[in-house]
């Protein structure tokens, strides 16, 4: 069974990285639009600045998971994660100080953007490490699939925590709010680095650091795979960041009010982290990809209906829309998410390869979705345009689950 202390220490730690990062996708639309963005006239522009240096994080999450994947392969995987928490824990931190364009002139934004580059290098090395802290001790074991889950969890765990943050700060009146109210969860960042470090500074069980040299990762070898792995991604991760930060910004053109929206999310957050472990207990009687598949259907065929709930002016439409589109189609992939790419790489290069496929496919679909979401809004009249570009990240995705691995699957007892 698989050692709970690398349970502890993977999902413990996602909640403490995701924290960081969830911040940055809700306030995204709600406080950096409004601080940072605020001198554009143009509706479209002033809506899709802030998105696309939420997008530019995503730009450099390959080159995170390249260098911090030879470093865990090489190294061990606890040493390149307390990096990528010490790189992302203070950026977000940083990010709490910084004034306003109303301050600093276009200063501002620039320097949103070089920490939100930050952010995103580090969160390149960060899952691939966190969910292979599991992967390397009793193989094939039969709990294995809820142990994967729950690492999901701990990112839904940091999520939830994030946004009821800001929630929480939103509460202020709107003035302090923005003048300082917003800051304080980001600022929160600092002494959950910090418990952050210790918990990942004891030795973890599982396979250690590989110092022998060691055959190379032949492009030939890995190229199907890693392909393979960036389009299974691409449902995932576009779905999920078009839900959590295009779906923000829809419900606030819509007139939504902001306590309605990051409550929603909150709750579609805490449905999501409880449904991940109900599904890895799924995967190991139908399997992994049949679970899969199951959300990137779902997510097909529920974003229509998620933007017109959204958009309802019905508290509980938009509370709805949320609860259903993050536990029903975002808690299905990625409850097996780690299993099915985990399982298309040999162990010598497990974490570069894993981290290249999941970073890859994050930049090529979660940093792009609100960005494309945004401009098919404005530009090919609403929502049902949306809901066609996330059908395709779902067909593709279901597509990357066709050709069997070459490997055994992580849940065998599932796949046979």
């Known amino acids: 069974m698989t050692h709970p202390r690398a349970i ?25 639009q409004r601080l940072f963005f605020a001198r554009h006239d143009d509706g479209l522009l002033a809506q899709l600045a802030p998105m696309l240096v939420f997008g530019a994080g995503f730009l450099v999450r390959p080159a995170g998971g390249i260098l ?16 990528t928490l010490t790189i992302i824990g203070l950026a977000t931190a940083a990010i709490g100080l910084l004034p306003g ?23 390149g090395g960060e899952w691939a490490g966190a969910v292979l802290l599991l992967g390397a001790d009793t193989p094939g074991a039969p709990h294995r699939g809820v142990a994967f889950a729950l690492t999901q969890s701990g990112v839904a765990a940091g999520m939830v925590l994030g946004g009821a943050a800001l929630w929480a700060a939103r509460l202020l009146p709107d003035a302090a709010f923005l003048s300082w109210g917003w800051r304080l969860p980001f600022l929160a960042a600092l002494p959950f680095l910090c418990l952050g470090l210790w ?81 890895g207990w799924l995967a190991q009687r139908l399997g992994a990809r049949i679970v899969y598949a199951l959300g990137a259907v779902g997510l097909a065929l529920f974003s229509g209906p998620f933007l017109a709930l959204v958009a309802s002016g019905s508290q ?61 809004v404005h530009s090919a009249g609403g929502k049902g345009a949306v809901a066609a570009y996330m059908g395709a990240l779902a067909g593709l995705s ?14 065998p007892q599932a796949e046979e």
């Open 101 to 123: 364009q109303a301050t600093i002139g276009i200063l501002a934004p620039i320097l949103l953007l070089v920490l939100r580059l930050a952010q995103g290098f580090a969160a």
């Open 8 to 32: 502890a220490a993977a999902t413990i730690g996602n909640i403490v990285e995701w924290y960081d990062f969830a911040l940055y996708s809700a306030a995204t639309p709600l406080v950096f």
């Open 199 to 279: 918990l990942r500074a004891a030795p973890q069980p599982g396979r250690p650091a590989t110092r022998h040299p060691r055959p190379p990762l032949s492009p030939r070898q890995a190229g199907p795979a890693l392909l393979r792995g960036i389009v299974l991604r691409l449902a995932e991760n576009g779905g999920v960041y078009m839900m959590l930060v295009f779906g923000l910004a829809y419900g606030r053109a819509h007139h939504v009010p902001d306590r309605w929206l990051l409550l929603a999310s909150t709750l579609g957050m805490v449905a999501d982290g409880i449904a991940m472990p109900a599904f």
């Open 398 to 411: 279901l597509l990357a689950l066709l050709p069997r691995p070459a490997r055994r699957a992580v849940f």
């Open 316 to 376: 509980a439409g938009v509370v709805m829309a949320f609860i259903v589109g993050m536990a029903l189609c975002h808690a299905p992939m990625i409850a097996v998410e780690p299993a099915l790419l985990s399982a298309l790489f040999p162990a010598a290069h497990r974490y570069l390869g894993v981290a290249l496929a999941h970073e890859a496919g994050a930049m090529l679909a979660g940093g792009v979705s609100p960005v494309v979401a945004t401009l098919l």
């Open 68 to 83: 911090f994947g030879l470093l865990g392969d090489r190294l061990g995987h606890a040493r390149a994660l307390r990096h």
